[in-house]
């Protein structure tokens, strides 16, 4: 079984300063890694996923994550925050065998201050 | 292309009464699964379907229910509603299980 460690319930940054929403995992057996965002009212989107390769992967709107394997932590950062990324980020794994579901961490409610 | 599509948006029901939500996939995607989402519990698997056969199945009690149709469509079922049933349900389509859509959730309540 997996399970997702989000180590902050809420994180509060001010407008162009650098974030960085921490994600742990557990997991017997190889997992792929996504973080998903959710704006309110809203469904889940997906901001970047880890599936094999280059343990660094980036999204289209600045955010990046990096899988450490020795860590199982795959941790999402973002150098300068806009207004418009205030929202709930959800870290997540999918095992690579057996069930084909992903296991969510508890969200981090990122809020950006003026 | 279009996205996933859940109807309705919003339900209110009442405790005893049975409800069912619907899921269109992105075309082409064969596998859906369902979510719960709630403020205690975060979010939860409900079950997994692909090419109209349930693979998996979360830790959840017989009165939720789904299947899948023919063209991919699904829909999922609550019976006996309980007031801990009030939650935003989410479901996400698959064409190869690395990536999954969401589409906006049917939030429930029930009173």
């Known amino acids: 079984a997996q399970s997702v460690t989000q180590l902050d319930s809420q994180v509060p940054v001010f407008e162009e300063a650098p974030v960085e929403l921490r994600c742990n995992y557990s997991?017997?057996?190889?997992?792929?890694l996504f973080w998903y965002v959710q704006y309110p009212n809203q469904g889940l989107q997906l901001l970047l996923k880890?599936?094999?390769?280059?343990?660094l992967v980036e999204s289209i709107n600045g955010f990046e994550a990096e899988f450490n394997k020795s860590q199982t932590s795959f941790h999402l950062r973002k150098p300068s925050v806009h207004i418009s990324d205030t929202a709930e980020y959800f870290c997540a794994v999918r095992s690579f065998q057996g069930a084909q579901k992903l296991v969510f961490g508890q969200g981090t409610r990122l809020t950006i201050n003026p | 292309k279009a996205g996933v599509t859940q109807t309705p948006r919003y339900l209110i029901k009442t405790r005893g009464q049975q409800v069912t939500l619907s899921c269109s996939p992105i075309s082409g995607h064969r596998s859906v699964s369902w979510y719960q989402q709630t403020p205690g519990q975060g979010l939860q698997f409900l079950f997994e379907y692909f090419s109209e056969t349930q693979r998996n199945k979360g830790n959840f009690p017989g009165r939720f229910s789904g299947r899948q149709f023919s063209n991919s469509r699904s829909e999922m079922n609550v019976s006996t509603l309980e007031l801990g049933d009030s939650a935003l349900y989410l479901c996400?389509?698959?064409?190869?299980?690395?990536?999954?859509?969401f589409g906006s959730g049917t939030r429930l309540t029930v009173v």
């Open positions: 996400a389509s698959s064409m190869t299980g690395y990536g999954y859509t």
């Open positions: 880890y599936l094999s390769g280059s343990t």
């Open positions: 997991s017997s057996v190889s997992v792929y």
